[in-house]
Each structure stands twice: as structure tokens, then as C-alpha cells.
């Protein structure tokens, strides 16, 4: 189903006030904001994280963050909603660890950002080292090695394209559910990276991250962003730290520290996934119960999948944000049935949205725009748009 990016004022104000219905429908299904934050609807849990700093940037600073020169070409004017609205791209297409050295498709670069900003985004959030790419691993800790000047300009490349469409950036280092799952080299460069190990940590930040900050300094105008890690719970859930509490928080605390002195301008965080209502861990009770406070981190993101855009913990969480001082994104959101339905993931999608602007979120980022994962994705395998998109167009035209 295709929707006109130019939706009514008045329809986007009738999905914010109801829950989402399904395609074609409109009836409205259930109470979308719930009784409360703890069932996944409004937080009366006092202030929000939101109140120490506006849409847009983490900072809240209105026109983006200031400085870089990105192009020559004027900066479009960057997007400043009450809730930034953005898809996870993370790797372009199949090229897992390879979209910026050899298999970097510039024409594929620019449909997908061209998608994105006609799907409603604001922001595309982007993955860089899942698994080392643009250097490579010595046989001996410490293992990396300068990154090369291929990787360095497609990434600028990158940059630069999301500048030209006024589109956020929001770019994650690294990924704990593949160092911890990957066998062989790439599993033990990582235990060491994240346990500095070797001196495996300065290595990185030496050959890698250095040459990487010296790149975004040049497009501070349209970086959002660095998650340090993407969801650091699927290491410490499974062994990789010795200790499990303070493992992380030092890796996460020297990380954020190295790139704010090098890169004083950017906004610093780790994002938050492998939640358990059970055990009341991961996620958002990470956040809740001070995992990442007093680390130097600029903001909170929380990932969360459910058909029914809840957020249990919710509560919690916010309270803890708002007593840290920083605002909280939902960094990845979808539906929990592993199934391709249009209409699970076009009420999931407006689930989500609903509960973001009725908590503490600032900004709320579905995963994943292209069709690589099928039941996830919000276009199809001939890249047009899923039904659900519909929801992000009509969020991304709220002030």
C-alpha cells in the first residue's frame, strides 16, 4: 500500500490521540497508551529524561549541533520534531562488514536515503564495525591495524549524502551480539577490545576510532550520534566480562572519555537491548537500575521489540534518565512474531510510536528500512513501501 508522503495534520493527530489500526481499518484496536507506563502506556512516573534537552540533536540544540563543513552546498534545515522519527539501516543491503570497503555501492547509498526522508525519517541510524572492516587483525595482541583511507572516504561519501537530504546520522561502532557469537579471530580481537585486553583497546582507538573522529569532526551538522556499542547486554549476559556490572561500564566510561577528547562536539551513548521481565534485567531495567549512569554518556537508547509497542519497566526507567539528566531514544523497535504480516507490523509500528510521545522519548527508530529481513522490514523485496510506513510518514509530519 502506498501513502502520499503529505498526510493531513488532522489524520496525524487522530493517530496520536487512538492507537493504531490496521491497514484499511479504522477502527481503532484497544488503548494504545495503556493505564500505564509499567503496561506500556503513560509515564506518571514524574518528570521525563525529555525535560534536560529539546528534539532534534541529544543536546537539543535546535539547528543541529554546531560547526563542519560536510560540503560546500548550504545545510538543509535539520529536523527538530517533539519525536525524531528514524529507520535502522544499519549495514546497506546484504553487505554485512563489507558496505564500506569492498562492496560500498554509492547508487545504493543514495535510494536508500532517498527512501528514508520519503518514508518520514529524519534520521537513519548506521552500523560501521559489526566486524572489522577497512583493517585487519594481526596475528598477536594487540591485534588492529590502521584502518584504511577506503573505509575513512566512504564514509564521508556517506556523510556527505546524508547532509545533501538533511538527514540525521546516527552511527554505532560496534556490535556485542557479533563478537559474542562469532567464532575464531573476530570473537577473541573482540573479548579483548571490550575486556582491554593486550592493550587491545588502545590499539582500536589509535588506528581505528582516531582516523574515524577526524572524519565525522568534518560533518558535526548532521551527526546525531555514536552508540558505542550495539547492545553490550548480549556480552555481559554470556560470559564475555569476568564481571558482568563493572566489565561494561569500564569499557563504555574509557570509550565515551577517549571520544570526547578527541571529538568534544559529539553526543556519546551505548544502546540498551536483551531485555527480560523475568529476571527484570537488559534493556530498560539496565538503564533503570544505573548501568550506564556516571559514565559520561550525552543520552539513553533503548531497544525493544513487541507486537504491542509495550514498555514494561518504563517507569523506572525515565525516573532514572530524568535524575541523570539525559534524554532517552528507542534506538530499535519492530514487532516480536517472526512472521511477515502487513498488519502485526503496521499496528507494532503504531504501538510504538504512540507510547514513545506519550513517555520520555525523544525520538524513536524502526528497524530495519530495506527488505533484507523480511519480516522487519518496511519495504518489500521490490522495494516498495509496506503499509507501516504510513505510520512513520504520518509521525514524521508531527511538530
Given at each position: 500500500m502506498r501513502v502520499s508522503a503529505r498526510i493531513s495534520l488532522l489524520a496525524a493527530a487522530l493517530?496520536?490521540?487512538?492507537?493504531?489500526?490496521?491497514?484499511g481499518d479504522t477502527t481503532v484496536r484497544g488503548n494504545a497508551a495503556g493505564s500505564g507506563a509499567d503496561a506500556g502506556g503513560v509515564d506518571d512516573g514524574g518528570s521525563s529524561a525529555g525535560d534536560s534537552g529539546g528534539p532534534g540533536s541529544p543536546d537539543g540544540a535546535d539547528d543541529g549541533p554546531a560547526g563542519g563543513d560536510g560540503d560546500a552546498a548550504t545545510l538543509p534545515p535539520m529536523k527538530t520534531q517533539q519525536l525524531l522519527i528514524g529507520y535502522n539501516e544499519a549495514w546497506f543491503g546484504s553487505n554485512f562488514g563489507t558496505d564500506y570497503t569492498t562492496n560500498f555501492d554509492l547508487a545504493y547509498v543514495q535510494k536508500?536515503?532517498?527512501?528514508?526522508?520519503?518514508g518520514g525519517g529524519h534520521l537513519v541510524r548506521l552500523w560501521l564495525w559489526e566486524v572489522p572492516q577497512g583493517f585487519t587483525l594481526a596475528a598477536t595482541p594487540p591485534q588492529t591495524q590502521v584502518v584504511s583511507p577506503q573505509l575513512l572516504a566512504n564514509?564521508?561519501?556517506?556523510?556527505?549524502?546524508?547532509?545533501?537530504r538533511a538527514l540525521w546520522v546516527y552511527l554505532t561502532l560496534l556490535d556485542a551480539n557479533t563478537i559474542t557469537k562469532i567464532t575464531g579471530a573476530i570473537h577473541t580481537w573482540g573479548v579483548d577490545l571490550l575486556n582491554d585486553t593486550g592493550g587491545e583497546r588502545d590499539a582500536f582507538n589509535t588506528n581505528a576510532l582516531a582516523p574515524l573522529l577526524e572524519v565525522?569532526?568534518?560533518?558535526?551538522?548532521?551527526?546525531?550520534g555514536i552508540d558505542i556499542v550495539n547492545e553490550i547486554q548480549a556480552a555481559s549476559q554470556n560470559g564475555v566480562f569476568p564481571d558482568a556490572t563493572n566489565?561494561?561500564?569500564?569499557?563504555?566510561?574509557?570509550?565515551?572519555?577517549?571520544?570526547?577528547?578527541?571529538?568534544?562536539?559529539?553526543?556519546v551513548t551505548s544502546s540498551a537491548g536483551w531485555p527480560s521481565d523475568v529476571l527484570m534485567q537488559g534493556g530498560q531495567y539496565d538503564i533503570a537500575?544505573?548501568?550506564y549512569s556516571g559514565l559520561g554518556l550525552d543520552f539513553y537508547d533503548l531497544h525493544a521489540y513487541d507486537d504491542s509497542g509495550?514498555?514494561?519497566g518504563a517507569t523506572a526507567m525515565c525516573s532514572r534518565a530524568a535524575a541523570d539528566g539525559v534524554p532517552v531514544y528507542l534506538g530499535e523497535f519492530g514487532q516480536s512474531t517472526k512472521q511477515t504480516d502487513d498488519t502485526i507490523q503496521y499496528d507494532a509500528t503504531g504501538y510504538f510510536l504512540n507510547n514513545s510521545r506519550a513517555l520520555c522519548f525523544k525520538g524513536a527508530f524502526g528497524w530495519r528500512y530495506d527488505p533484507q529481513e523480511s519480516y522487519l522490514a518496511y519495504l518489500r523485496p521490490d522495494f516498495s513501501e509496506r503499509p507501516a510506513v504510513a505510520i512513520m510518514k504520518t509521525f514524521g509530519a508531527l511538530p
Amino acid at each position: 500500500m502506498r501513502v502520499s508522503a503529505r498526510i493531513s495534520l488532522l489524520a496525524a493527530a487522530l493517530l496520536v490521540s487512538a492507537c493504531a489500526s490496521s491497514p484499511g481499518d479504522t477502527t481503532v484496536r484497544g488503548n494504545a497508551a495503556g493505564s500505564g507506563a509499567d503496561a506500556g502506556g503513560v509515564d506518571d512516573g514524574g518528570s521525563s529524561a525529555g525535560d534536560s534537552g529539546g528534539p532534534g540533536s541529544p543536546d537539543g540544540a535546535d539547528d543541529g549541533p554546531a560547526g563542519g563543513d560536510g560540503d560546500a552546498a548550504t545545510l538543509p534545515p535539520m529536523k527538530t520534531q517533539q519525536l525524531l522519527i528514524g529507520y535502522n539501516e544499519a549495514w546497506f543491503g546484504s553487505n554485512f562488514g563489507t558496505d564500506y570497503t569492498t562492496n560500498f555501492d554509492l547508487a545504493y547509498v543514495q535510494k536508500i536515503f532517498d527512501g528514508i526522508v520519503a518514508g518520514g525519517g529524519h534520521l537513519v541510524r548506521l552500523w560501521l564495525w559489526e566486524v572489522p572492516q577497512g583493517f585487519t587483525l594481526a596475528a598477536t595482541p594487540p591485534q588492529t591495524q590502521v584502518v584504511s583511507p577506503q573505509l575513512l572516504a566512504n564514509v564521508d561519501t556517506v556523510l556527505t549524502e546524508a547532509r545533501k537530504r538533511a538527514l540525521w546520522v546516527y552511527l554505532t561502532l560496534l556490535d556485542a551480539n557479533t563478537i559474542t557469537k562469532i567464532t575464531g579471530a573476530i570473537h577473541t580481537w573482540g573479548v579483548d577490545l571490550l575486556n582491554d585486553t593486550g592493550g587491545e583497546r588502545d590499539a582500536f582507538n589509535t588506528n581505528a576510532l582516531a582516523p574515524l573522529l577526524e572524519v565525522l569532526d568534518a560533518h558535526q551538522d548532521v551527526m546525531f550520534g555514536i552508540d558505542i556499542v550495539n547492545e553490550i547486554q548480549a556480552a555481559s549476559q554470556n560470559g564475555v566480562f569476568p564481571d558482568a556490572t563493572n566489565g561494561p561500564r569500564a569499557f563504555l566510561q574509557a570509550e565515551a572519555s577517549f571520544i570526547h577528547s578527541k571529538s568534544p562536539w559529539a553526543k556519546v551513548t551505548s544502546s540498551a537491548g536483551w531485555p527480560s521481565d523475568v529476571l527484570m534485567q537488559g534493556g530498560q531495567y539496565d538503564i533503570a537500575n544505573g548501568l550506564y549512569s556516571g559514565l559520561g554518556l550525552d543520552f539513553y537508547d533503548l531497544h525493544a521489540y513487541d507486537d504491542s509497542g509495550s514498555y514494561p519497566g518504563a517507569t523506572a526507567m525515565c525516573s532514572r534518565a530524568a535524575a541523570d539528566g539525559v534524554p532517552v531514544y528507542l534506538g530499535e523497535f519492530g514487532q516480536s512474531t517472526k512472521q511477515t504480516d502487513d498488519t502485526i507490523q503496521y499496528d507494532a509500528t503504531g504501538y510504538f510510536l504512540n507510547n514513545s510521545r506519550a513517555l520520555c522519548f525523544k525520538g524513536a527508530f524502526g528497524w530495519r528500512y530495506d527488505p533484507q529481513e523480511s519480516y522487519l522490514a518496511y519495504l518489500r523485496p521490490d522495494f516498495s513501501e509496506r503499509p507501516a510506513v504510513a505510520i512513520m510518514k504520518t509521525f514524521g509530519a508531527l511538530p
